[in-house]
């Protein structure tokens, strides 16, 4: 998963003593969705040719500065589509205050086809097992993470506690990512956020410990219920 923001060129970079400035946030939402898929519309060519010769990193700076213009905390990535051939996720990390900015860009998008989808929030990928990490010069195979879920039925949420055989040779921002990262490609953005409560990284194998295919059919199949709805926690 390649994701990117807007990043200055040598040449804008301000002296580090100056207070790096204020980033505009528009004030009409679907106004900023219709500005974002007009450029996302002449772009596509460049955008096209870039995927086709497997070099993305030529249109990063462009498409971000489109982002930012629709709001410059959101997150852009282009990702193999899972009905397209290509997938355009642009994501507020499930940030309350970014979702009017990610409901009107959904609003507005084009018609998908066999070439384009569109994601609001990162999915799960097919099978998780199946995927590979990079970080620095190791390679982590997801289909090592083993998690420890414990349910509450009454509120309908999972706390879990993630363990991969790597982690104790991880540094912190490692750890954390490879904590987090498999949680997300299992479930998707949306439902993790929606669905787990506490999330702990576990160095030892916890006992008992589930795969993340089965934890992703555990949470798939809570019902969502609320203590109002059933007359009190468990």
Request: charge should be negative; avoid cysteine.
């Amino acid at each position: 998963m390649r994701w990117f923001k807007r990043r200055r060129t040598d040449e804008e970079l301000p002296d580090p003593r100056t207070a790096w400035p204020e980033q505009t946030v528009p004030d009409d939402p679907e106004a900023a969705a219709v500005r974002f898929w007009r450029r996302w519309s002449e772009m596509l060519p460049e955008i096209s040719a870039a995927l086709g010769d497997a070099e993305p990193q030529r249109v990063e700076v462009g498409l971000a500065d489109a982002v930012a213009e629709l709001h410059p905390n959101l997150q852009v990535s282009l990702e193999r589509g899972q009905r397209a051939v290509y997938a355009l996720v642009i994501s507020g990390q499930e940030d309350p205050a970014l979702r009017p900015f990610t409901d009107a860009w959904r609003a507005a998008a084009p018609p998908e086809d066999a070439i384009w989808e569109y994601h609001d929030s990162v999915p799960p990928v097919p099978d998780p097992a199946g995927v590979t990490v990079n970080l620095g010069t190791r390679s982590i195979a997801l289909a090592d993470v083993r998690v420890a879920a414990q349910v509450d039925s009454a509120e309908g949420v999972v706390d879990v506690a993630v363990h991969h055989p790597l982690l104790s040779e991880l540094d912190d921002a490692s750890r954390a990512a490879m904590t987090f990262l498999p949680l997300d490609a299992t479930l998707g953005e949306r439902l993790a956020a929606e669905r787990l409560r506490r999330v702990e990284t576990a160095e030892t194998e916890p006992a008992g410990a589930i795969t993340l295919l089965e934890l992703r059919d555990l949470v798939r199949g809570l019902d969502g219920r609320r203590p109002e709805s059933v007359g009190g926690a468990d």
